[in-house]
């Protein structure tokens, strides 16, 4: 139906190609002129939001890289490969996102009474759980548990440090 319309293939990817390079050239305009550019704060607020889903897919890659290198320096965690590093770095982010708040309020008491130490056995369980969830990722012992979730968490502030700007 949309191919009668505009005619055949080749004129139709033509038509397609010319209507992206005059919306290119449209958005391109707002920086020079904003007020005549209907489109102007829009495209400013896309192209952010591009850069910081490239930032965030940056850093999520990093961080399993991150994960893959520090699995392989501790002992007492084993990990497969890169293709569990990556799903054990989308499921630690997503512990991280969902249940760690909710954790850090069920026990807020105690994590004031030690100082905020009691958030690193918070990040040791949820690396344990993720060692449940995640095939191909296996967690011998608590200790090995917590100073892989340490190492971490420093890794992860410092890429968030860096992708930060």
Not at 80 to 102: H, R, T, Y
Request: with cysteine; aromatic share 14%; net charge neutral.
């Amino acid at each position: 139906m949309l191919q009668q319309t505009i005619g055949s293939s080749s004129a139709g990817a033509n038509f397609i190609a010319n209507v992206y390079k005059a919306l290119l050239e449209l958005i391109s305009n707002h920086n020079q002129n904003s007020q005549s550019v209907p489109f102007g704060k829009l495209s400013y607020y896309i192209c952010c939001i591009e850069q910081s889903m490239y930032k965030f897919i940056a850093n999520r890659l990093f961080f399993a890289l991150a994960i893959g290198a520090t699995a392989r320096i501790f002992p007492g965690i084993e990990l497969d490969g890169l293709a569990s590093a990556l799903i054990l770095g989308f499921v630690l982010s997503l512990l991280d996102w969902l249940l760690k708040p909710v954790l850090v309020l069920l026990t807020l008491p105690v994590t004031l009474f030690t100082f905020g130490l009691w958030l690193f056995v918070i990040n040791t369980l949820l690396v344990m759980l993720a060692s449940w969830l995640v095939t191909g990722f296996e967690v011998e012992t608590f200790g090995a548990a917590l100073i892989f979730s340490f190492a971490i968490s420093c890794i992860n502030a410092l890429l968030d440090y860096l992708f930060a700007k």
